[in-house]
């Protein structure tokens, strides 16, 4: 399910504050990848940063594509991809506001191991790898915080194939949702309702269900008071529940 090589998986490490600024010097100040680096590098990056935008369902790329910049998505959702070794289409991750991502093969002037298209229109930040790296020749706190961001990165990757290696689909579903309810969750009451829309087909590839179990589970834990999910909106009645499915499945 999992490449580990991927250079955009990330929704869980690269996400900041759900409202970012227009002004690319302040949006590039608010995320970890820049903390602590002198304003005049954060400025020259802004000032060379390009504004991209998308409309739902437009690719922004390939599998296999040159990977010369990273991203910043200001606004809007994108979905994040690989090609099974069946044709099919599976989600490695959703991005929200605030995610970082491709910066991996940037940094090595790879190609891209997944594709990037956008779930809804979005607004991004493109920063070239050349721009990059004469910021961190001034500013050695922006490449301690990329190693700190790889790390992230290689924690979250084996996280993810232990996921696949040794999780049933139920269990992976859990995890996911129990991500969903904390990192895109308000609550409300004793429900956590969780803003971030998803259909089930849109579950079924991020979990590499089909989409007949996926649908089988969801109305079974709905029965059972865990959750709902219609219409794309997911309320979770019952993390705790759905936390111990995530670590030892269902009983």
Known sequence: ??????????????????????????????????????????AEVGRQAQVRRLDSAELLFNVGDPADAMYVLSEGRMRVWTVAASGAEVTLNVLTDGSVFGEIGMLDASTRTAGA??????????????????????????ARNVIDLLCQRLRWVSARMEDAS?????????RIIGHLARDHGTTAGKVIEVGLKLTQGELAQWTA????????????WTDDGLLSHARGKLSVFQLERIDEIAEFGEA
Not at 19 to 33: N, Y
Not at 209 to 220: G, P, Q
């Open 117 to 142: 298209s956008a779930m809804s229109p979005v607004q991004l930040l493109s920063i070239r790898r050349r721009t990059f790296f004469d910021a961190l020749d001034r500013d050695p706190r922006l």
């Open 166 to 174: 040794l999780r049933q689909a139920p269990q992976r579903l859990a």
């Open 209 to 220: 269900m089909s989409r007949e179990s996926l649908n089988k589970t969801i109305a079974r």
């Open 1 to 42: 399910m999992i490449r580990p090589q991927s250079d955009v998986l990330l929704c869980e490490v690269a996400h900041v504050t759900p409202s970012l600024p227009k002004s690319p010097e302040i949006m590039l100040s608010a995320l970890d990848i820049f903390k602590g680096v002198g304003t005049a590098t954060i």
